[in-house]
Each structure stands twice: as structure tokens, then as C-alpha cells.
């Protein structure tokens, strides 16, 4: 079982405009809802490739209902903490005028001491069952840093955490399998600027060196960079058509997700990082986010091109 874990989901609202105006009045001629956010968005992805998966996050407020009819509806086993709090509302903006796509993000609202500590408990006792633990997200506001490694420390599982800042740094001595930052949130993790490719694998280096087996660091649609600490990949995406670009958001997700779900079943690091980027491509080409296709999965990651830097 792969256990899906973040404090920061959401109630994801998207609308399609044929154009859009700032300071006009723009009416969506499509609008969709779904539950979203880091930890959803990959727990999704590992539904739909067919993974036995748990999420767990802390829901509240009017959202709670429609994110529990949903994950019912795609046939997701979850673990929502009830919080005082209301669950965020994120919204996606998509102008196929222009080709821009804008993201309206609400920060995560706090949680109490008492709805954190029940949080802990029930972590600690669906770990127990699982094979990966997927960690993703930022911590919502008042959460101490340290949070995520009171989590892990319950952890004797392969972790794939896509989080960043001094709370990935704290945990790296814990060995994850792999961390998934992209290339502004390592950079916002360094404190440095990664300008050059030679900095970018320096920075790498030093999380693998620090406890991490592995590090993936993403860039839109540069290249992905994957390193060890005697191994450095760089995997280019696929290549897309500006007509096939439908909402490129959770495409990190999907790939954070389909890591796990094909490390759990015995794929290298490398191959899974491959088919994450397959995945991705396939999150661009949908309106929903990690819905993904497993029947074309294999060979879409096949026909992506790897270089072994060093």
C-alpha cells in the first residue's frame, strides 16, 4: 500500500475562458471542480495507474463533503482528519486565446495543536501497512517546520517527499528514497541561485550526500535531473505541441506519484523516473489533474531520451 500524506490539499476550481481580459468582466465557458492539492493530486495518479493507495489529510468546512464524494466516486481509500479549519479553494485559469494558464493559490489554513496531534496518530497507524510513503505539500500556516519529521521518524518504508525549505533539510539524515523539488524550490532550499547546470548538480550532490538516495529536480519543460551519489541522469521530456497543452498543473504531482507507485512494484529509480515523466505528460494533456492512462505508460516512458552525465 502506498500512503499519500500532505497538510495543504484543496478544493480545486478551473475555468476554461476563449479569452481572458484583466479588469473585465470574463464569463468560463467550462468550470470544473475536484479535490486537489500536492497530496491528492498524487494519490489520484496512483488510483488511476491501478496502485492499492491510502491519502490522509486534514479536511474542513463546506469542501469536506464534495472531496469525500469524489475520492467515493473514483473508488480512493482515504483517512481525512476533520478540521476546524476550511479547506483551501485554489483556481486554475485557463485562456486558450493566449495559451496562458494562471494559477490563483489560497494559502493553507492553520491547524490546532489538538488537530495535529490527531493527525500524528492516525499516520502512525496506517505506516504500518504501508510499502511507500508519499509526503508532499507545504506545511500550512503556525505548523512548526519540524512537523513532517515527527512523521517520518513513525517511517520504516522507502519515502518519496516533495517538499522543500529547512523541513526537507531536517529530514534528509532519515535516508528518503528520493526528493522531488523543482528548480526554484531547491534553489529557495540551497540559498543559492542554480543558474548553471554544474551549481544544479552541486546542490543535488549535497541532499544526496546529506542522506538522500536520490534527488529529481524539475524545470517545466527543461530537462529533468536525477542524481545519486555516484550517478547523475539528465531526461528530457516529452515533447509537446502548443495544441496539446491543456493544464499543465499537478504534472509534479503525477510524477511524485507514479515514482511511488512503480517503486513499490520493484522499478529502478532511474525507470521510475522515466515513467514519472511520461506521466507528466500526460497530466499536461488533460483538463483534470492525475488522471493518468496505464495502458500507454510504458511505452510513452520508453520513448523518452536519457543521458548519463556522470
Known sequence: MILSVGLS?????????????????????????????????AAIAIHTLGGSG????????????????????????YRLVKSESTTRVCTTIIDQGS??????????????PVELD?????????????????????????????????????????MVLDF???????????????????????????EYALDQDQILMDAMLSLNQQGAKWVVVTGGQEPVWLSS????????????????IVNPIGSGDAMAGTIAWAVENGTS?????????????????????????PSTLAAEAKAIRVERVQ
Not at 491510502?54 to 481509500?77: D, F, Y
Not at 529530514?171 to 523543482?182: G, R, W, Y
Not at 529509480?269 to 488533460?286: E, F, K, S, Y
Request: charged share 20%.
Open 99 to 112: 495559451g496562458s494558464i494562471t494559477e490563483l493559490v489560497e494559502e493553507g489554513r492553520p491547524l490546532s
Open 164 to 190: 522543500r525549505g529547512e523541513g526537507l533539510l531536517s529530514v534528509l539524515d532519515l535516508e528518503p528514497l528520493v526528493v522531488k523539488p523543482n528548480r526554484e524550490e531547491l534553489a529557495k532550499t540551497v
Open 229 to 244: 551519489v555516484s550517478e547523475v541522469y539528465r531526461i528530457w521530456p516529452c515533447n509537446l505541441d502548443a495544441g496539446e
Open 269 to 293: 529509480v532511474p525507470d521510475a523516473v522515466c515513467l514519472g515523466v511520461a506521466a507528466a505528460a500526460q497530466n499536461i494533456r488533460a483538463l483534470l489533474p492525475c488522471r493518468l492512462d
Open 118 to 158: 490527531v493527525f500524528q496518530s492516525v499516520y502512525g497507524d496506517e505506516v504500518t501497512q504501508a510499502g511507500v510513503v508519499v509526503m508532499m505539500g507545504s506545511l500550512p500556516q503556525g505548523v512548526p517546520v519540524s512537523f513532517y519529521r515527527q512523521l517520518l521518524e513513525k517511517s520504516a518504508c522507502p
Open 9 to 41: 490539499p484543496a478544493w480545486q476550481q478551473i475555468l476554461v475562458f476563449d479569452s481572458v481580459q484583466t479588469g473585465q468582466v470574463n464569463r468560463a465557458h467550462t468550470a470544473k471542480w475536484c479535490a486537489s492539492g500536492k497530496v491528492f493530486n
Open 54 to 77: 491510502l491519502v490522509m489529510a486534514p479536511v474542513g468546512g463546506m469542501p469536506q463533503r464534495s472531496m469525500e464524494q469524489e475520492l467515493r466516486a473514483l473508488g480512493m481509500a
